[in-house]
Structure formats: structure tokens, C-alpha cells
């Protein structure tokens, strides 16, 4: 207890003082299943377009049977994701905090919990200001007692933003990369590239994203194409497994098992795939959908299971450490989605417990020291993943105050 304690009020410190990028973090250790997304688009991340009826839909399971008295609040954030000096006011039109009050009750269910739902903004609020922003779910009372925080953003899409994915300009490794090059069509507005940052991401890593350079003018448009930071190692198609059937193995789970109340998902064996051949699935680019095969409402009686992974190796990597990436883990390069090497059994080994459904992911190699994974250890790099980058077009002249949002686009690879 103190040890979270700890943790709740180092991070609180960290995003109060802006020392710290806003992350998508779950810091409760009751907290499960955390999806966050536009009302209507469950796999795609977070945006509202200014002036329109978009609404985000925030849903979460706490693993109790009993509900505690939470509270959400939004704060406004710069373009590199810090909390910045925008008032409530600045942003939106009503109130930036209000309480989390509608949730059910699981049934049915060999573990309890409390399934909460959110629609954001209120119907009463909208958002004035475009840009980037981090919402806190938090105990009612105690604005230090964090439970979770996820971004999001708003966007004027009041330019054009088009992006196309192509092989590398420079000619090297050009069936292991995906280069991504964006024009700009100011549509009347005047943009001056010294303002403007523009940020690809590929599909919701947050290591890995780039920041693509001015490269000139085309027809009017402004390019930003050909420079080596528009270079991606493409990766592989994501590893996945279906526990939607508690009773029969499906879809790469070996067995499963029960045990003293618990629900045990043993996965096949992963693969390290670097030198396997491309082949083509169907996957979620890291995403999950909660599913139970047998029961009428998922949301509310799908169990939770012990999902047991392992990657077979005869010894540990001693230059860095592999992880599991994906919305499972939140995307993050942490303790939490690290595989640890277990020598009994000569293979790195992983325990997550997760909603019945399907989830894809990832395995990352993380360099010691490296803030950014790697794919070509475990997955291999091949031009044909179809990826899908992110693109968002940031401003800020002299005149603004905060980092305006100008425009969002997404592209499917290849």
C-alpha cells in the first residue's frame, strides 16, 4: 500500500510541475480493460473534430464488488504532450471535472467487478481549443489518488493533411521500411513552416514517434517527405490470441485450465520470426475486443484469466530485455510488459490477467539503455505489415498561447 501510495504521488508531483509527458498510464492495480475511444470508432484513437457532435467513450472494470467515488478531469497539453498554462476556461465551455457515476455490476463471474462507463465531454461542454489532451481519472476528494490517465485529442481539420506510404527514399533495406511523406494544403490559411510541427506515429507506439522535417513546397502544398526521420522499420503482422471460450482452446491458446478459482490461458509457444517469411493475417494492429463465447453480455460476464506467455531461448538476451506492446500493456516499455528469463525452462515468461476476448501484440527487444524497441530482433521487418500511421498537424505563432491541433489524418499501409 505504501508502494502505490508512492508511486501516486511521485507521478501526480511529475505531471503538476509539467517535468513529465502525459502517458497513457494505469497506476491502480485494480484497474482493468481501460479503452478509451471516439463513439462509434472502437479502433481508432481518441479524436474530436472541433465544432462537431463527436463524443469519446471512456470504459474500465475495477476489480472490486463494490464501486468507489471517482472524479475525471481534463487538462489541456503542448504538442510534445506536457501539461501547459491553459485554464479550464481557455479550452472548453463547461465544467473540466465531473464525476464518474455510471457503472454496473459483472455476474455470473468468478471474480467481481465494477464495469464504468463515460461519455466525454458532458453534453452540456464543448471543447474551444484544439489541441492535445490528458484526462485523470481520480478518487473523489483526493485529486492525488490517480487511478489512470489517457490522452486524447481535438482537431480543427481546417487544413488538408494527406499522407502516402512508399518504400525509403534512400534506396537501403527498402523491403524492411516504410517511409511516410505528408502534404499540407493550407486551404486558404497562411502557414508558415517555422510554426508548424508535424508528428507520424505508427499505430500507437508512443516510442517511436517522429517528428517529419519541412522539406519544401509542392503545387502549393507544404511536403514533408524524404528525410530520414520519415523512415519506419515496418515490423511484422501482429501476433494475436482469441480467449472468447473459457472451455476449448482456440485461436493459439495450448489449453486452458482451472485452478482454485482462478482461470488459467496457456498461449502456444511464442516464435522468434526474424528470419520467417511474410504471411498475411488478419490482426488489430494491437488492439483487443472483449468477447465471451457463451454469454449474452461480454461486457458484464466475461471472466477474467491468467494469460500465460512464453518465448522459447536457450539463453537471455544480455543487451536488452524483450516485451509484450500492445493495448494490453498500454503500449508501454515498463516492468509491466516485460517477459522475464526463466532458466527452469529455458524461455523468457510472461503472466498478464486479462478480459475474456481477442488481443493482438507484439514482442519488442528494448536495447539497454534505449527508450525505443526494436523489431527486427523477434518479429522481422517486412514492407508489406500494414501498419497504420497516425498523423497530426500541430501550430503555435507568437500570437497563441498553447499549440493549436490543425488537422488529423490516419493512412493504412501499404
Excluded at 534512400?170 to 499540407?184: K, M, N, P, S, T
Excluded at 526463466?342 to 493482438?360: E, I, V
Amino acid at each position: 500500500m505504501r508502494r502505490i501510495l508512492s508511486i501516486l504521488l511521485t507521478f501526480t508531483a511529475l505531471c503538476t510541475a509539467g517535468a513529465q509527458q502525459a502517458a497513457d498510464v494505469v497506476i491502480h492495480p485494480d484497474v482493468r480493460t481501460v479503452a478509451f475511444h471516439t463513439v462509434g470508432s472502437p479502433l481508432d484513437q481518441p479524436l474530436i473534430a472541433m465544432g462537431s457532435a463527436d463524443r469519446l467513450l471512456l470504459t474500465f472494470d475495477l476489480l472490486a464488488d463494490q464501486p468507489l467515488p471517482l472524479r475525471y478531469s481534463i487538462r489541456h497539453c503542448s504538442a510534445d504532450w506536457r501539461p501547459d498554462s491553459l485554464e479550464a476556461f481557455d479550452f472548453m465551455s463547461g465544467f473540466p471535472e465531473a464525476d464518474l457515476d455510471a457503472y454496473e455490476f459483472s455476474f455470473t463471474t468468478l471474480r467481481p467487478y465494477v464495469h464504468y462507463s463515460q461519455r466525454i465531454p458532458e453534453p452540456y461542454a464543448e471543447f474551444t481549443h484544439s489541441g492535445n489532451y490528458l484526462l485523470t481519472v481520480f478518487l473523489d476528494g483526493n485529486p492525488d489518488s490517480i487511478l489512470f490517465t489517457r490522452r486524447f485529442c481535438v482537431a480543427e481539420q481546417a487544413v488538408g493533411l494527406g499522407a502516402l506510404i512508399d518504400r525509403p527514399f534512400d534506396g537501403a533495406d527498402i523491403d524492411a521500411r516504410q517511409e511516410v511523406d505528408a502534404l499540407v494544403d493550407p486551404r486558404g490559411l497562411q502557414l508558415n513552416p517555422i510554426y508548424l510541427t508535424l508528428t507520424a506515429q505508427q499505430n500507437r507506439r508512443t516510442d517511436n514517434l517522429a517528428t517529419l522535417q519541412f522539406s519544401g513546397y509542392d503545387r502549393g502544398r507544404l511536403a514533408f517527405r524524404h528525410r530520414p526521420c520519415n523512415i519506419f522499420p515496418a515490423g511484422n503482422i501482429f501476433r494475436f490470441f482469441d480467449a472468447a471460450n473459457i472451455r476449448t482452446p482456440i485461436y493459439n491458446i495450448a489449453r486452458i485450465e482451472h485452478l482454485g478459482g482462478d482461470i488459467f490461458a496457456i498461449l502456444r509457444p511464442e516464435e522468434d520470426r526474424s528470419r520467417s517469411v511474410f504471411i498475411h493475417e488478419t490482426a488489430l494492429n494491437g488492439g483487443m475486443k472483449v468477447n465471451a463465447f457463451d454469454r449474452a453480455n461480454p461486457t458484464l460476464e466475461a471472466e477474467y484469466l491468467w494469460v500465460n506467455f512464453s518465448l522459447p531461448m536457450q539463453q537471455p538476451f544480455l543487451d536488452g530485455s524483450v516485451h509484450i506492446v500492445g493495448d494490453l500493456t498500454d503500449w508501454r516499455l515498463d516492468s509491466l510488459s516485460r517477459m522475464e528469463y526463466n532458466p527452469a525452462y529455458r524461455a523468457y515468461t510472461k503472466r498478464l490477467l486479462l478480459k475474456q476476448g481477442y488481443y493482438s501484440y507484439q514482442l519488442l527487444f528494448l536495447p539497454a539503455g534505449a527508450a525505443q524497441g526494436q523489431t527486427t530482433r523477434l518479429e522481422g521487418d517486412h514492407r508489406q505489415a500494414p501498419n497504420r500511421y497516425t498523423l497530426r498537424l500541430y501550430q503555435r505563432t507568437p500570437s497563441d498561447r498553447a499549440d493549436r491541433l490543425l488537422a488529423v489524418s490516419t493512412v493504412l499501409a501499404p
